[in-house]
């Protein structure tokens, strides 16, 4: 596996990670609509015009309930796949490609977290993903 590809394999999880979030604000928002038509109910006539926008917006939020949970899946699964890879690393190696390809942090954060230069971390990724086997 060439360089790219083995950063690409390990972006994975970064990228299910950042559909998970935007499936996680979709359901927020599904949830927050079908509150605010339940709390418009009122036995006044004037309501919805057949009735069923409760109905439709419970189907909106089970529908971005049953997405993100089907995400949070793929993400668990793609987390242990990539974990157990990393292993093959030593520790220093290990924990800077943990913290950007699984705990989502730019490498900037990374370099800070472990008291090291930005240039350092850079050249530690480098040599770390070199040795990798995937």
Request: proline letters at 1%; glycine letters at 2%; a negative charge.
């Amino acid at each position: 596996m060439t360089h790219e590809e083995k950063i690409s394999w390990l972006s994975r999880y970064r990228e299910a990670e950042k559909l998970y979030q935007r499936l996680s604000y979709r359901l927020a928002e599904a949830q927050e609509a079908t509150r605010h038509i339940t709390q418009n109910l009122s036995a006044a006539p004037g309501g919805s015009k057949d009735g069923q926008s409760l109905a439709r917006a419970v189907e909106r939020e089970e529908e971005a309930e049953r997405r993100a949970y089907a995400q949070l899946a793929v993400c668990d699964a793609l987390f242990e796949e990539i974990d157990a890879v990393l292993l093959q690393l030593d520790n220093k190696a290990y924990c800077a490609l943990r913290k950007y390809f699984l705990n989502c942090q730019t490498w900037e954060q990374v370099a800070h977290d472990m008291n090291v230069s930005t240039r350092r971390i850079y050249f530690l990724r480098q040599r770390a993903i070199e040795q990798l086997e995937i």
